[in-house]
């Protein structure tokens, strides 16, 4: 067999091997921190004027529910919140499908691998909702409607429970397509969330009257602190300990209503009130048992 010969070397310096060497170190130590850490973290990430949540449980499961108003700001916020190796969701709940929870969702399905996805099945004639549909349809993505009673195992003890909407959808009420929307609660033994979308007084008023279980210790503020919600009998029911409201700074709508304010910050306490267009992204983490809260 003829031998091969004339063509170049690649040398490298012991330079570049210590350099590679140490790049290589940095990656597998971050790549080892960023383990789950046996957690559950709930993050109300800063998107604007729009909820964005995202979920990560001691298992390491990644939950996505809504994506905001902007495609830039939750790429951001995944980015800061998500090592950047993380491509994969495992479940993409969109609340309702209205812009400021959709938009931000379909930027979602096009940069990451999404196992499932959970939705309120209302219709809705709008640009971004077709897109939604058709990437869902495109990348055969599980799609599946919510109903109340469907229960999620998360593994590891922690469940995430459909309380709305119902089989029997609202119909002729202030605004159908909010009071349809998908109302979400977490709990991890002792410590619990509830996501309570856009919903207005009349869903509110459902789940009390069905004596739904509510009591919480995080409330997500319905429809980012309208007065439109956060009725005095839901808060009764709900008894949380904290409360925080996905809005954007300065928004045209006036949210969160100072009336929503000054009853969270009665019954809570005013620091046990966040708002992400005032305190960034939010974190809360937990054993089960106790929490943590952390600013961004």
């Known amino acids: 067999m003829s031998k091969v010969s004339g063509l170049p070397r690649l040398r490298f310096s012991r330079r570049w091997r210590v350099i590679v060497l140490l790049a290589a170190g940095i990656l597998i130590w971050a790549m080892v921190f960023s383990q789950p850490d046996g957690r559950l973290h709930v993050t109300f990430l ?14 390491g499961q990644i939950i996505l529910v809504d994506g905001g108003p902007d495609p830039q700001a939750i790429s951001l916020a995944l980015g800061e919140a998500l090592p950047f190796w993380k491509r994969t969701v495992d479940l993409v709940v969109a609340t309702q499908p209205q812009a400021d929870h959709v938009t931000g969702l379909v930027e ?7 196992k499932m996805v ?15 549909h058709r990437l869902i349809a495109e990348k055969q993505i599980e799609c599946n409607v919510a ?6 195992a998360l593994g590891g003890g922690v469940t995430l429970q459909v309380l709305n909407p119902w089989l029997e959808l609202f119909q002729g009420t202030s605004s159908d397509v909010d009071n349809n929307g998908v109302v979400l609660r977490l709990q991890w033994e002792d410590v619990s969330f509830l996501l309570t979308a856009d919903i207005r007084k009349e869903a509110e008023f459902r789940l009390v009257e069905r004596r739904v279980d509510l009591e919480s210790t995080v409330l997500k503020a319905a429809h980012h602190g309208s007065k439109t919600s956060t009725t005095s009998q839901f ?17 045209h709508f006036g949210h969160p209503s100072p009336e929503v304010l000054e009853k969270l910050a009665e019954r809570l306490g ?25 600013e961004q």
């Open 46 to 59: 800063d998107v604007g004027q729009g909820d964005a949540i995202l979920i990560q449980t001691p298992d």
């Open 108 to 114: 979602v399905l096009q940069r990451y691998k999404v």
């Open 118 to 132: 959970l939705e309120s099945g209302v219709l809705y004639d709008s640009a971004v909702y077709q897109e939604w």
């Open 147 to 152: 109903r109340a009673g469907q229960v999620i």
């Open 235 to 251: 808060l009764e029911v709900v008894a949380p300990q904290v409360a925080v409201i996905s809005v954007g700074e300065d928004n």
């Open 270 to 294: 005013e620091e046990n009130v966040y708002r992400t267009d005032k305190d960034g992204t939010i974190e809360f983490v937990t054993d089960g048992k106790r929490l943590w809260v952390q």
